[in-house]
């Protein structure tokens, strides 16, 4: 049996097809099944006033659809602990400020250099010698 790039082709496009519509499975289940949600999954069964008709159940399911589809960083805690090995208090803490000498020697003045002619002129391609 040779598994071609047709087949292939297939599988991928079925995964990927499930991937995008789990979320939607939950209402499909809801519409091909409702006559039992409504009747036999429905808390609200007696309380008809609400009419519910199974909505509850629908939300649940829709509910734990998007909760399993949360990547795992975002499930995580973002609590931490840590724990302090070692610790070493300090009587006395001795600053040393440095001593800075001012000299009177004169800095060189900054000169710019820099010049720009602003060419106006147009662009021209260069000219061929024939």
Same mark, same amino acid.
């Given at each position: ?35 039992? &949600?409504?009747? /036999?999954?429905?808390? *609200? $069964?007696?309380? +008809? ?35 302090v090995l070692f610790f070493q208090s300090f009587a006395e803490i001795a600053f040393s &400020?440095?001593? /800075?000498?001012?000299? *009177? $020697?004169?800095? +060189? ?22």
């Open positions: 049996m040779a598994i071609t790039f047709a087949g292939v082709k297939n599988l991928v496009f079925v995964i990927v097809f499930f991937m995008i519509a789990r979320p939607v499975l939950p209402v499909l289940e809801y519409a091909v099944n409702y006559n039992y &949600i409504a009747t /036999v999954l429905c808390e *609200n $069964k007696a309380k +008809p006033k609400l009419h519910c008709n199974g909505k509850c159940h629908l939300m649940k399911e829709l509910a734990k659809t998007a909760e399993q589809d949360k990547p795992v960083s975002e499930k995580k805690s973002g609590h931490a602990e840590a724990e &400020i440095p001593v /800075v000498q001012v000299s *009177n $020697k004169k800095l +060189p003045v900054y000169k710019n250099l820099y010049s720009h002619l602003a060419g106006y002129a147009v662009f021209h391609p260069p000219l061929i010698a024939a």
